[in-house]
């Protein structure tokens, strides 16, 4: 069974860059059929998309963040990033890595991570 | 983007009681719906995917339905261990959209 572990600082300064890393295991990033993505939630807020990486290396990103964010794979650490530059405080939140699972007929969240806790602050 | 709205917030009900949760998407998205579980300090877990096919391991009492614009989350009997908040989430076009969510508390 897939299991996904996010890791990163949990304090990131203004207008400095949130750099996040999640490990899988159970699984293979460098394989067709999955999305691996990334979701926040600010404190007492609802749930964000951010964006994913496929196989190949495709990426996909939410407009609203898209002039900032980077997610990116690494096949010989098996693992997937994310890069989000000049934060403030509105970034402030839990950050989930997850696997959206593609099919031709359907697509879920099949997987998350245990989420982390980013804090922008000085 | 597609929004997608869910009614109600926050419901209060009792433990055995039939529970149902809203969600309309601005657009048609087919059956391209799930819908999610978060308990406190936990990531959301899938219950429903596709708008009606229950997750592997997911109980029986929870069931989805709808397409287009209009779907439903039911709990045919609340348990103690369903009180959480509940997402739908769209996967017709990108960006992915979720429900703002809805609180299920104990009354």
């Known amino acids: 069974q897939v299991q996904l572990q996010e890791s990163g600082p949990g304090l990131v300064r203004p207008s400095q860059t949130l750099s996040l890393t999640c490990s899988v295991s159970?699984?293979?990033?460098?394989?067709?059929?999955?999305?691996w993505t990334w979701i926040r939630q600010r404190p007492g807020e609802g749930l964000e998309w951010i964006g994913y990486v496929y196989f190949g290396g495709k990426t996909f990103y939410n407009p609203s963040l898209e002039s900032r964010v980077l997610i990116s794979s690494d096949t010989s650490k098996n693992q997937f990033s994310l890069t989000l530059s000049s934060v403030t405080a509105a970034d402030t939140a839990v950050y989930y890595c997850?696997?959206?699972?593609?099919?031709?007929?359907?697509?879920?969240?099949?997987?998350w991570g245990l989420g982390t806790a980013v804090t922008v602050s000085s | 983007d597609i929004q997608m709205t869910q009614s109600p917030s926050f419901l209060s009900a009792s433990v055995g009681d039939r529970v149902t949760i809203t969600c309309r998407a601005s657009?048609?998205?087919?059956?391209?719906l799930g819908w999610y579980q978060q308990k406190p300090g936990k990531a959301p877990k899938c219950l429903i995917y596709?708008?009606?096919t229950l997750e592997s391991g997911v109980p029986s009492r929870f069931s989805g339905s709808g397409s287009g614009t209009e779907f439903t989350l039911t709990i045919s009997s609340l348990q103690p261990e369903d009180f959480a908040v509940y997402y739908c989430l769209q996967h017709n076009s990108y960006p992915r959209t979720f429900g703002q969510g809805t609180k299920v508390e104990i009354k």
């Open positions: 159970g699984g293979t990033v460098n394989s067709a059929g999955y999305y």
């Open positions: 997850a696997r959206e699972f593609t099919t031709y007929y359907y697509n879920y969240m099949s997987a």
């Open positions: 596709a708008a009606s």
């Open positions: 657009q048609g998205i087919r059956n391209e």
